[in-house]
């Protein structure tokens, strides 16, 4: 298997122009999903003793199994976060596996984690955090929360007196799933304020004030968000900072998604306060434009996170040794084994340069604008609410449930957009409505006048 053949060479010159073409298309379809045993018909056993050969599986691949996958840089692909990586970032992240670098300890990996700290070092730069702040890449927001979460409760506990009492979180129903499935597996318990619209310093007052003695010694953390998933909505970062530096509470601000908005002029104001984050996590495979799975989590003191998370082992002595000196990514976050997912960033914007990223984020901005002056001017439609970031909610008079479900099905089994329905909170219910999330500066103004005629 590891040895160098003349098949070996032919293979690599396949994926070398399945690459190229991949790369350079600019008209993919959006491809649809089949079920288990569609797929299996089509393909048969793959994995077996002697093998199927390279050929036949790189084939299957390109004919049927390629074919049931959703491209996230599809311009009609507006339903949930997506992704438009930049080609700069593809071809780098297909080096990044080539060069197959373990990205956990400088004394294995310097060249690429010093390429991963340029790029950490300008988003750093976009928070604001002072002099000292520092991250690291993780393998999304999920990790990126969870590594957060666990280095404040670790801090926490360093006081004998919460030893061996379970944690308290603080966030709102608007905060992104990744909250509550890290909390669940740091074993904390979590209080939601029941608002998906901006959490503010007074309504984490009122939530506090109203908490038990027992809730409020529980409680180490609040978690707010820069930019919800569902609407796009920025929490009122600094009026919730001055409550958490009041109860002496770790401030997390989760901008897995907006977090890329920090480059934008237009939006910048909004984040006010995110400088006063102890964590902050940004998933540049969002809106930084980098290939899945890319995620980051910074803090403005590095040095509790390498206490919370520094692995220990008579394997690992040498890379804490004076001779192997350098930064560490795998100390301030839960993962030992790592690739360097921070390289293809690097590399787009060593390419690229960061004033083309600002235009690729404003584009992301004004496409929202958009597509929220459309929907006022069509009768069959209306905004749930104004367009905030670039995330769009928005109705189709009279319709049910049901009839998004069918709509969004039907228009991506026909290849031509996919678009899901969400929920929003009105009053005392939770309704229906269609979303869009604009992330790739290639959708056009006619993409989403097509999407919105497709509901008539």
């Given amino acids: ?49 002697k093998g199927i050969g390279g050929e036949q599986a790189f084939k299957l691949w390109k004919k049927h199994l390629m074919k049931a996958n959703v491209p996230a840089d599809h311009p009609r692909h507006l339903a949930f976060v997506p992704a438009s990586p930049t080609r700069a970032a593809v071809m780098f992240d297909l080096v990044t596996s080539a060069s197959s670098i373990h990205g956990a300890y400088w004394m294995e990996g310097a060249g690429g984690i010093f390429c991963e700290n340029e790029a950490m070092r300008w988003m750093v730069s976009l928070t604001g955090l002072p002099e000292g702040a520092f991250g690291v890449f993780t393998s999304g927001g999920t990790a990126a929360n969870l590594s957060a979460i666990v280095t404040a409760r670790e801090y926490w506990r360093k006081d004998d007196t919460y030893k061996r009492e379970k ?45 038990n003695f027992h809730q409020r010694k529980r409680l180490f953390a609040v978690v707010a968000t820069g930019g919800t998933t569902n609407a796009g909505i920025i929490d009122d970062l600094e ?16 901008a897995a998604y907006g977090g890329g908005a920090l480059i934008a002029d237009s939006v910048r104001h909004l984040f006010k306060g995110i400088e006063l984050a102890d964590s902050i996590t940004i998933d540049p495979h969002k809106w930084m434009f980098s290939p899945y799975d890319c995620g980051a989590v910074i803090y403005k003191n590095p040095e509790l996170a390498k206490a919370a998370h520094s692995q220990q082992g008579s394997y690992l002595d040498i890379f804490k040794d004076e001779g192997a000196h350098g930064f560490n990514p795998t100390d301030y976050q839960i993962q030992l084994t790592r690739r360097v997912r921070g390289l293809p960033l690097w590399f787009s914007l060593a390419t690229h340069g960061t004033d083309r990223y600002k235009e690729a984020v404003e584009r992301g901005l004004e496409l929202a604008q958009i597509a929220g002056k459309m929907i006022e001017e069509m009768p069959h439609v209306e905004l749930v609410r104004d367009p905030s970031l670039s995330c769009v909610l928005y109705r189709r008079i009279d319709w049910k449930p049901e009839d998004y479900t069918h709509w969004t099905y039907e228009n991506h089994k026909s290849g031509f957009a996919l678009v899901t329905p969400t929920k929003w909170k009105n009053g005392d219910t939770f309704e229906t409505v269609s979303r869009f999330c604009f992330i790739n500066p290639d959708t056009t103004e006619e993409d989403i006048k097509l999407i919105l005629e497709s509901m008539k």
């Fill in 1 to 49: 298997m590891h040895k160098i053949d003349i098949d070996l060479v032919e293979m690599t010159l396949d994926v070398m122009k399945y690459t190229i073409d991949r790369i350079s298309a600019t008209n993919s379809k959006i491809g649809k999903p089949k079920k288990e045993s569609e797929l299996k018909a089509l393909v048969g056993e793959t994995v077996t003793k």
């Fill in 167 to 211: 944690g308290l979180i603080i966030t709102s129903i608007g905060a992104h799933s990744s909250i509550k499935a890290m909390a669940k597996v740091a074993d904390v318990d979590i209080l939601l304020v029941d608002s998906e619209e901006k959490l503010t310093g007074n309504d984490l007052r009122k939530t506090i004030d109203a908490l």
């Fill in 239 to 254: 009026g919730v900072a001055k409550v958490c530096e009041t109860e002496n509470l770790w401030f997390h601000v989760d």
